[in-house]
């Protein structure tokens, strides 16, 4: 199976910063078929990116994902203070389905 | 709006078996391409999510190996459900259980709220 890992795992900003989150594989990801979701303390995950880098429905701009191969990247371009979740990215390229540990995006 | 909501004892015993049922609304469980699956979130793990199993309304499956000799799910059209057993469970198996739409290719476009399931004597 595909295991993937992100870094960091505690990511300490202010609102207006830019935030890079990191998710690694072990090896390449089928068509990049990697997806971030956000996850808000008491809530279950949402999709924010699919196929690395197509924004879900109503997610906003100024969050982006990008890459490919075993190196992938969501970025919030500037922090909004409903931003501070934890990011967790997942695979879908082979089965079966990963994710990563996840990244606390933190004030 | 699709929604999805699991239902089912949050106790189980050690070497018993799990049993949760996610109704789906809003929405059809067939005629679709979609999977409707199981994931799970353990205090264990810290943030991590583990994929468990998905079905597809047709019954063709998908699983994760780590768990595919325990688990069992299935899809009932006639009441808009899918469901989870996860046989000879231990304190490991104590997680938040999500039931989740799952597009044909597994990325998760829907989530349930989550189910907490304790596995205690």
């Known amino acids: 199976e595909i295991v993937l890992t992100q870094s960091p795992g505690t990511l300490s900003l202010s609102p207006g910063e830019r935030a890079s989150l990191s998710c690694r594989a072990s090896?390449?990801?089928?068509?990049?078929?990697v997806g971030w979701y956000q996850q808000k303390p008491g809530q279950a995950p949402r999709l924010l990116i699919y196929?690395?880098?197509s924004r879900a429905a109503g997610i906003p701009e100024r969050f982006s994902g990008g890459g490919s191969g075993t190196e992938f990247t969501l970025t919030i371009s500037r922090l909004e203070p409903e931003d501070f979740a934890v990011y967790h990215c997942q695979q879908y390229g082979s089965t079966p389905l990963t994710f990563g540990g996840g990244t606390r995006v933190e004030i | 709006q699709l929604q999805l909501q699991e239902s089912g004892p949050g106790l189980v015993k050690p070497s018993g078996t799990l049993s949760l049922t996610c109704t789906v609304s809003?929405?059809?469980?067939?005629?679709?391409?979609?999977?409707w699956g199981w994931i799970r979130q353990s205090p264990g793990t810290g943030l991590g999510l583990q994929y468990i199993?998905?079905?597809?309304?047709?019954?063709?499956?998908y699983d994760n190996p780590s768990l595919r000799s325990r688990v069992t799910v299935s899809v009932d059209t006639s009441k808009s459900q899918f469901s989870l057993k996860l046989t000879s469970v231990t304190a490991a198996d104590t997680a938040l259980y999500y039931c989740?739409?799952?597009?044909?290719?597994?990325?998760?476009?829907?989530w349930g709220p989550g189910a907490r399931v304790a596995v205690s004597s």
């Open positions: 199993a998905s079905v597809h309304y047709s019954g063709r499956f």
């Open positions: 809003g929405g059809s469980i067939s005629g679709t391409t979609s999977y």
């Open positions: 090896q390449s990801v089928g068509a990049n078929y």
């Open positions: 989740v739409l799952l597009s044909r290719e597994g990325r998760v476009d829907q």
């Open positions: 196929g690395a880098s």
